[in-house]
């Protein structure tokens, strides 16, 4: 009887353990959302995650950026009721009614943080600034509060290493135009937990997305096989192998792109992408896929960008 005793509480104990444990990994369940850019991607998100029913609270650094912002919102979710609500304009109202509830602005970051699950940045792509960022938030946000980057090309390690919670900071790169494509990349570095990644694919399911993971290496998924895609049609442009028009059609009818390589440069924006492909050579100077453009280069130099210019490698009016 008292083996029986013994087994019955060690068995008790283990048992009070696993759960002990299970509850420690347990995955943060995000309601509460820090934005921080106003931009294009940063309003993106926010909207995404607002009509998703969190509540969320996008920062910059103006009011006036944050008025273009919700105005910019505001446009973009009557865009998806006339698709998601065509035949119900009630609904379609409503929805709008609820996201716009849901969504809140503030230029202080640092109030705002104390009482969020997840931050998302989505600022200018300078490792410096990205890392005074991250660096400031991480004294006034909880402890159990996730921190994540939007960056396209940074490492998502050298970020992380900004703060002290490394095991609790991953990447979260979304896709222009942040409502209409279903694209995440969750990004796990070598010490974001188990449970914190679990939690970023979780979310980006919950806002509606479809997440792919991946390690942190320079341009993640995408962009590691789509820049050197781009930097190689202008390479076979430079040599004069083939016109910028001809390559384009061939990709679009050969190969079923929606864009050709040119005109996705354009609409990317050349300074971007010069940015990305500096970026990468420094950190692999002898990988030929990472070799600067002396065309791309002039172009930039030139002020000549893309669609956002009115001229890249082609002219906009």
Known sequence: ????????????????????????????????????????????????????GHTVVLVDQSDEILKKSTKGIEESLKRVTKKKFADKPEAGADFIEKTLKNLTTSTDAVSVVHSTDLVIEAIVENQEIKNELFKRLDKFAPEHTIFASNTSSLQITQLANSTTRQDRFGGLHFFNPVPMMKLVEVIKTPMTSQKTFESLVDFSKAVGKSPVSCKDTPGFIVNRLLVPYMMEAIRLFERGDASKEDIDVAMKLGAGYPMGPFELLDYVGLDTSKYIIDGWHSLEPNNPLFAPSPLLNKLVEEKKLGKKTGEGFYKYK
């Open 1 to 52: 009887m008292a083996f029986a005793t013994r087994q019955f509480v060690r068995a008790a104990s283990s048992s009070a353990a696993a759960a002990a444990a299970t509850a420690a990994a347990k995955k943060l369940i995000v309601k509460h959302v820090t934005v921080i850019g106003g931009g294009l991607m940063g309003a993106g998100i926010a909207q995404v995650a607002a009509a998703s």
